[in-house]
């Protein structure tokens, strides 16, 4: 069958796709974006996290004719700022300065927050779970409204496993991007709401 | 996974046409259980009639009631703001439920039909009589720490891992169903099975049955009421025991109650023995324990499981203290 599908903002199309295969499959296989990763195939780990209709799922568990038509986000994609959540306050996040993470390595200008703040906290280790943690902690970040508090962290974070880190630097990761973001958002409040300065 | 036609239904009607019309055809909703079984090998339908896009997805407000759609996602129905007022024990009981992306996806009517997590269910090498009709049961004499304790027959000890329809059992809720034969409505309670000598049928739906709709009637007391799940690790785990219970408190004694167990049985345990005996009666901590010991007197623990009486004994009182509390 085809399946007609956006991802990242690119109308897509693959054809002869099995009805056995996984969104995951599609994504990683015949449209060349290996960065959600296929770990346990049981929604258990979180690696295959993406955006689908502007919510996470574990694309390992979307069978392939659930995506016709909709909408993807990928861990690619987030680099490139594609993620919008209406409302959200990543949506009024601009991009990140060039110049103000002084961590060096290939676009990290690109980058979504919460990917720089994964490397500069150093949550990763072999990085088989890190796109996976990156999108689902990018959902918890821009549907809260507030810095989420730890426990809330760690219950958004409960679909994502990593065998490497123990996830004290993953959390300290997710702390990090939160503050950054919201307080970002409340500086852009107090430009843009009159008097909002001193609310 | 065996080869499989997938269909999109365009309405409920055409779904239930096309697999009522199909022996190995299965509905289809947000898949977090039945693709996975799918790739185990625990189930292998010929064709799925894709559900999960049908008009189903409102939540209605009925006579002090609510009406909620069959494709309902758990995320969703969480979060919205009559079901944390009236039946706060429902919002509850789905955050504790899976993980967030699984939450994102998972239907209403899916979450209630999910099927059993015991590991020789899911475990194609191993018998089950659940899975394979008379093959025998590997639980019994093996890993039985999530089995049930009370229902069970000697042919199958599994125990119903939903945590949402715990709640709605306390709560009275009543399912619509649209069959081949035309639509009709049954008591959420009774749609399950014990499991007796036919525990391959969790539920009394025929093939073809789509369940469209969960409706909760009105329940004013249901604004107290709690979810309290007992489990290995803090979150994404089944539960070993849960409680979801209301308390209707009239000065020290319990006017009305609605008391229902998850983790203990084949199916969720409503408690009408401990309901029973706690209606009229002192809304003390002895009378909470009283009217669990009524409920657990049935109890037939596994070698594995006997921790899981007293577990659910505790957890029953310490529901039913909080919410008391609550209402000083």
């Known amino acids: 069958m085809r399946v007609n599908v956006h991802v990242n903002g690119e109308p897509m199309v693959a054809d002869d796709v099995w009805e056995g295969e996984s969104l995951l499959y599609v994504l990683r296989e015949r449209l060349g974006l290996p960065g959600a990763k296929n770990a346990c195939e049981q929604g258990e780990c979180g690696s295959c996290t993406v955006y689908l209709d502007g919510i996470t799922v574990c694309a390992c568990l979307v069978a392939a004719g659930q995506a016709e038509g909709r909408e993807v986000v990928t861990v690619e994609g987030l680099s490139e700022g594609r993620a919008r959540r209406r409302g959200g306050a990543h949506d009024r996040n601009p991009r990140p300065d060039p110049d103000a993470d002084g961590v060096a390595g290939p676009r990290l200008d690109r980058l979504d927050e919460v990917q720089r703040c994964f490397v500069e906290a150093g949550a990763v280790q072999c990085g088989f779970c890190t796109p996976g943690l990156v999108v689902q902690a990018h959902s918890l970040i821009a549907s809260a409204s507030r810095v989420p508090e730890d426990a809330e962290i760690r219950e958004a974070l409960a679909g994502n496993l990593c065998r490497c880190t123990g996830y004290e630097k993953i959390l300290d990761a997710v702390r990090l991007a939160a503050a950054r973001v919201h307080a970002r958002a409340a500086a852009e409040d107090a430009r843009t709401v009159p008097g909002g300065a001193d609310d | ?328």
Not at chain 2, 96 to 109: C, P
Not at chain 2, 155 to 170: F, G, L, R
Not at chain 2, 246 to 254: H, I, K, M, Q, Y
């Open chain 2, 1 to 328: 996974m065996i080869p499989f036609e997938y269909l999109r239904a365009g309405d409920p009607a055409e779904a239930v046409a096309a697999v009522a019309g199909r022996p190995g055809a299965a509905f289809l909703g947000g898949g977090t259980n039945l693709v996975d079984h799918m790739k185990l090998g625990v189930a292998g339908p010929d064709l799925l009639v894709d559900v999960s896009r049908l008009p189903l997805d409102r939540v209605e407000e009925t006579a002090g009631g609510l009406r909620i759609g069959a494709a309902v996602r758990n995320s969703d129905l969480a979060a919205h703001p009559l079901v944390r007022e009236r039946y706060p024990v429902l919002a509850r009981a789905l955050l504790s439920g899976a993980s967030g992306q699984l939450r994102n996806v998972a239907t209403t009517a899916g979450n209630l039909l999910q099927r059993t997590r015991c590991p020789y269910f899911q475990d194609v090498t191993t018998p089950c009589n659940k899975r394979v009709p008379g093959s025998g049961c590997s639980a019994a004499g093996g890993y039985t720490r999530y089995h049930a304790i009370l229902g069970a027959s000697e042919h199958c000890v599994a125990t119903h891992p939903s945590d949402m329809a715990v709640a709605m059992v306390a709560l009275d809720a009543v399912v619509a169903v649209l069959g081949p034969g035309g639509a009709r409505t049954l008591p959420l309670a009774e749609l399950y099975r014990l499991p007796g000598d036919a525990p391959q049928r969790d539920t009394v739906l025929e093939h073809g049955d789509l369940i469209i709709a969960v409706e909760l009637p009105h329940l004013p007391f249901a604004r107290r009421s709690a979810y309290r799940k007992v489990r290995d690790r803090a979150s994404f785990s089944f539960a070993l025991v849960s409680v979801a219970a209301a308390l209707d408190l009239d000065g020290g004694l319990v006017r009305d109650v609605r008391l229902a167990l998850g983790g203990v049985a084949h199916k969720p345990w409503r408690a009408t023995r401990a309901e029973a005996e706690l209606r009229g009666g002192p809304a003390t901590e002895d009378a909470f324990r009283r009217a669990a010991e009524a409920e657990l007197a049935a109890a037939r623990p596994l070698p594995g499981n006997a921790f899981k009486v007293a577990m659910t004994r505790n957890a029953v009182v310490a529901t039913l203290r909080a919410l008391a509390e609550e209402g000083r």
